[in-house]
């Protein structure tokens, strides 16, 4: 024999749980669609990252970004070689062809090895170099390849 009270609690329990179980199944459906459709976490990499209205959010490194907002760091400034390699901060690189230095009678000879310590942006004298035997100058991009 059951209690009227118990069967209405039992009711209600079984009720809470079918609640539960769509709910479950909502978000794991959610998720699947989420997942293929935003990008990495520009943070650790994760693709487990899900959006919450404007914001993403990492679950693994918890970072959040505003993927409308584009970080000022992922706007690199790129220049490309005489052989039309993209060049980076840090890479060492030869000239290519003999250069006069403005404003002095200083020629560097091709094959004069230089660092790139920061590309900047213009048509020309992109890479601001450490050049072998003549210091810091500007350098542009076509006449160098990568070391
Ligand atoms: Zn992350």
């Given at each position: 024999m059951i209690f009227p009270q118990f069967s209405d609690k039992i009711e209600k329990l079984i009720e809470f749980s079918a609640l539960g179980a769509t709910m479950l199944a909502t978000l794991t459906h959610r998720k699947e669609v989420v997942f293929m459709s935003l990008p990495p976490?520009?943070?650790?990499?994760?693709?487990?990252v899900y959006q919450d209205q404007e914001m993403l959010i990492c679950p693994e490194c918890a970072h959040e970004w505003n993927p409308?907002?584009?970080?000022?760091?992922?706007?690199v400034i790129t220049a490309k070689d005489a052989n039309g390699t993209l060049l980076a901060d840090g890479d060492k690189v030869t000239l290519v062809k003999d250069l006069k230095v403005k404003g002095s009678s200083q020629v560097l000879k091709i094959g004069t090895k230089a660092l790139i310590r920061r590309i900047v942006e213009g048509?020309?004298?992109q890479l601001d170099c450490k050049v072998?035997?003549?210091?810091e100058m500007m350098v542009t991009a076509a006449f160098v390849k990568k070391a």
């Open positions: 976490c520009p943070n650790c990499s994760s693709e487990y409308n907002e584009v970080p000022e760091e992922d706007d048509k020309d004298h072998d035997g003549a210091g």
